[in-house]
């Protein structure tokens, strides 16, 4: 069975603060994906990245970056010099690379960037 | 940029009452789903649908539920006899050719109120 616990329910800081959100996973199958989701207030799950199972190499955008690390089952998500923008609830996925690549999600972690 | 759209956004019922939830995906995506978010839970998995047949269902997915894609650009979700508890926002999506090697795109939700 596939399993994503994002621990950290609420996190809360100041504007230009850093900020990293956990994610860890489970998974028996070998090759998977993992996702994040951005909620803003609006509701809408708005897609921010997809890393396959086979490539570990960490990822930055803008101000978004990702750290992939097989051994601990972990894909967290740091977020550079926070905007109140940012403030949303952020989900991380999984999917299997078999089947119907149904997604599965964690609880999120509501993030409230303060000015 | 092509997105999912779902109509209507919000729907309210009375318990016991039929609804039908309509999502147009990306127009050349050939994978589509069904998830709900009970308020301030996590996204769940309802359905997939490929070739005009389920892939795969959830156990939420019981015999109240149904999908059906009725034209070219229509999917729709359909509660039969709406229970309190399905009250939840709705999310269409939907993901590409490739199938599992696409990422899902979502629609904005729709958030069903039933009373």
Known sequence: AQKVTQAQTEISVVEKEDVTLDCVYETRDTTYYLFWYK????????????????????????????????????????????????????????????????????????????? | EPEVTQTPSHQVTQMGQEVILRCVPISNHLYFYWYRQIL??????????????????????????????????????????TKLEDSAMYFCASSGASGVTDTQYFGPGTRLTVL
């Open chain 2, 40 to 81: 301030g839970q996590k996204v769940e998995f309802l359905v997939s649908f490929y070739n005009n047949e389920i892939s795969e269902k959830s156990e939420i997915f019981d015999d109240q539920f149904s999908v059906e894609r009725p034209d070219g650009s229509n999917f729709t979700l359909k509660i039969r006899s």
């Open chain 1, 39 to 115: 909620q803003p207030p609006s509701g809408e799950l708005v897609f921010l990245i997809r890393r396959n199972s086979f490539d570990e190499q960490n990822e930055i955008s803008g101000r978004y970056s990702w750290n992939f690390q097989k051994s601990t089952s972990s894909f967290n998500f740091t977020i550079t010099a926070s905007q109140v923008v940012d403030s949303a609830v952020y989900f991380c996925a999984l999917s299997a690379l078999a089947g119907a690549q149904k997604l599965v999600f964690g609880q999120g972690t509501r993030l409230t960037i303060n000015p």
